[in-house]
């Protein structure tokens, strides 16, 4: 990977970052604030489930939905964050072992 | 335990997991031919996660330079909505926004949007930033320099901790009705376009999940000042 390949990259990382930020000032319209307030859950459910089944352009079923599983119920039942993370992936590695 | 230390807490953990991920790209970048200066390069200035995977994935697997850094991008678009969804927190910093901008990536946005008020918000984006950007970079040498001799990192479940951690994340987007259409609408759109679309484009197609969310009734009172209690469902 070249130089220049990464140096456009991270100009282009960085100029969507900034782009939202300096954008995100001037959204007024109250559906277009509600919009912008349910990015979050829409995007992070998509998130938990790309990176538990996407593998490359495909759907997979492996260890890691073990720890899918694991982590959304120590998050039911209030484990803290840290917990939930470890927990899951504590499942996941046992989950490879047996496998 | 206050909920100021337990935020502080939790973004210096989020950053220590996000550390031992890495490692994996430090391993996976030193593999597909780059040297630490470039792979400290690429955790140092691209610093999104998943766009930085996805590059030396491409270039691992022989892809071109240009579609590398194309698929990157898509992956790296999403930045632009949390930076969005974020303007109004940064915005108070001034100037700082501009340099503070580098830092809007997933976790600093999860981070800060499940706290529930604004002073501690702002604080969680700044706090989970410079965590997670100490320890990527960390990470990113340690996996160059010291990779071969950690062995697999699937082995300690490492690919769990990221969806884990926004799992713990979710419960308050998942307290409103609305929250709940977005999260399972997105979560649906995304499944469904992994065999169809390219690496990156379903977590935008996700975004369309909003649609369907605000017509939901109870997005309305989200905006009510007076605050009236939500009713649990619609």
Known sequence: MSWTAILVLAAGAYGFKLAGVLVGTRIEHPLLRRSVSLIPPALFCALIVLQTFESDTDLVLDARAVGLLVALVASWRKVPFVGVIVLAMAATALARVIA | ?234
Not at chain 2, 94 to 110: F, Q, S, Y
């Open chain 2, 1 to 234: 335990m206050t909920a100021t230390s337990t935020h502080r807490r939790d973004s210096v953990a989020l950053g220590a997991a996000v550390g031992l991920v890495a490692i994996t790209f430090g391993v996976l970048a030193s593999t597909a031919g780059l040297s630490l200066a470039k792979a400290m390069a690429m955790s140092l200035l691209v610093f999104t996660g998943a766009s930085q995977f996805a590059a030396v994935g491409v270039i691992s697997s022989g892809g071109s330079p240009v579609s590398a850094v194309a698929g990157a991008l898509l992956l790296a678009a999403r930045n632009s909505l949390y930076g969005m969804r974020l303007s109004e927190r940064l915005a108070r910093h001034g100037w700082k926004r501009i340099p503070g901008a580098h830092w809007v990536i997933d976790e600093t946005t999860a981070m800060s949007v499940a706290q529930d008020d604004d002073v501690a918000a702002t604080e969680a984006f700044w706090w989970t930033g410079a965590a997670l950007f100490t320890f990527w970079n960390l990470g990113t040498a340690v996996g160059v320099l010291v990779g071969d001799a950690i062995g697999d990192p699937e082995i300690y479940g490492l690919d769990a901790a990221f969806p884990a951690s926004f799992v713990a994340l979710l419960g308050p987007h998942l307290s409103t009705a609305p929250g709940r259409v977005a999260g399972l609408i997105g979560a649906s759109i995304a499944i469904v376009a992994v065999p169809f679309t390219p690496a990156g484009a379903p977590i935008l197609l996700a975004a369309l999940a909003i649609i369907p969310a605000l017509l939901m009734p109870a997005a309305i009172e989200t905006t009510d000042p007076a605050g009236s209690p939500a009713e649990g469902t619609a």
